[in-house]
């Protein structure tokens, strides 16, 4: 009864509007107060403020703050023209270096939607100019800066291993091939929907959108019909600024100069560095505004979190995740079984619910199952985690579609039709990375 109430009280308060991080809380003191007797309240709002005590939790706002510092500071500018350098003369050119460019961002913003933003701006008017299609354009972005979440430092991995008491270093370090093996999937599938669609001239478009007026290599400067070593050089020594900050974040991480929250707000600072005195284009007024907004959108998160934690005790003390794992094992005991049902599970989830709130609801329930039937942690969160990534480009609620649909002034029902083969792609990925575990242990196994 008390597994009934709890989760009724919380999807109909869903199902109301209600924010999810305040659902979370009124369906946890709800059952606390008519369905348990052994779970005081003063004990839960404990729970709640104990819970946000964590140093680990302080590198959720601290990468937040540095990926809108880097994008604010030209770093997203260098890594695009680095991008381009690289692929942009390929048929499909202009889609494969916002996928390329989302890659290199991720290892510095570790979040979907500020990477479908500091890429999007620049790269979907630039593949409307060239005729890829206003949807497309939109779809691959949105798709591509899921990969935010994915390839480390990622905001939804630290809150994971919070959560689930996983390690944040070997969650980073799982991530990274996954991420890898996403974007190029990314990259092959643009490059046949562009052949395809026979863009004109998608193969002319190395250069088209070079974004650094003083240095970028003009078109008429550079054959674009083949990759320019030269470019690539002039190109890479721009970007170099923006390319080590994964370097120091992960090279300081797995050398134990700093910890994972240490890093991040060693990532602030660098990025205040580069951006303010280096490439000159950080003004003042832009880091305040970073604060502001890093303030704004962690005073969001931070209290569903708490109060996550208070509904993650509740479940705990009642042993719903037990009796959750004891209905879902009893339909089978097989491993592949079992995360074919979860997956299909946190698909649909991951339509309807924001992947931080989905994660916290999620978490403290299934991580004790797949442990029951012998799934690493660290991989289950990768598992976890990109699943819910793709639910950025799956309507109704896919946050990655808004922020493209924003950018690109084009109906979110467009870009989903444009993102469905893309989003089949992102699933072969993920039954891939869920059935080889190899993928996710590999890197981790490396540093233990």
Known sequence: MTTIALFLSLFLLIALSVPIGIAIGLSTLFTALFFTDSIPVMTLTQKVFTSLDSFPIMA????????????????????????????????????????????????ISGSGP???????????????????????????????????????????FVLYG????????SLFLAGILPGIMIGLSLMIASYFIIKRKSVKNAENTASQFNVLDETSVTIEQMN????????????????????????IILGGIYGSIFTPTESAAVAIMYGLIVGKFIHKELSWKDVYDSALETIQVIGATLYMIGLSIAFAYVLNIEQIPQQIADFILGFS???YVVLLLIILFLLVVGAFLDTIAALVILTPILLPIVTQIGV??????????????????????????????????????????????????????LFLLSYVPFFSTFLPSLST
């Open 376 to 429: 690493d942690p660290v991989h289950f969160g990768v598992i976890l985690v990109t699943a819910l990534a793709i639910g950025f480009i799956t309507p109704p609620v896919g946050v990655n579609l808004f922020v493209a649909s924003a950018i690109g002034n084009i109906s979110i029902e467009k870009i989903a039709v444009a993102a469905i083969p893309l989003f089949i792609v992102m699933l072969a990925i």
């Open 224 to 247: 674009v019909k083949r990759i320019s070593f030269k470019h690539v050089l002039q190109t890479f020594y721009e970007a170099k600024w923006a390319l080590l900050t994964p370097v």
């Open 60 to 107: 959720i706002p601290f990468f937040m703050m540095a990926g809108i510092l880097m994008g604010k500071g030209g770093v997203s500018k260098r890594l695009l023209d680095f991008a381009g350098s690289l692929v942009g003369f390929v048929a499909g050119g202009l889609a494969m270096v916002t996928v390329l460019t989302c890659m290199f961002f991720s290892a």
């Open 114 to 156: 500020a990477t479908v933003a500091a890429i999007g701006s620049f790269m979907i008017p630039a593949m409307e100019r060239e005729k890829y299609g206003r949807g497309f354009a939109a779809a691959i972005t949105a798709s591509a800066g899921a990969i935010g979440v994915i390839i480390p430092p990622s905001i939804p």
């Open 333 to 335: 005991t097989n491993v």
């Open 162 to 169: 919070v959560i689930g008491g996983v390690s944040i270093g």
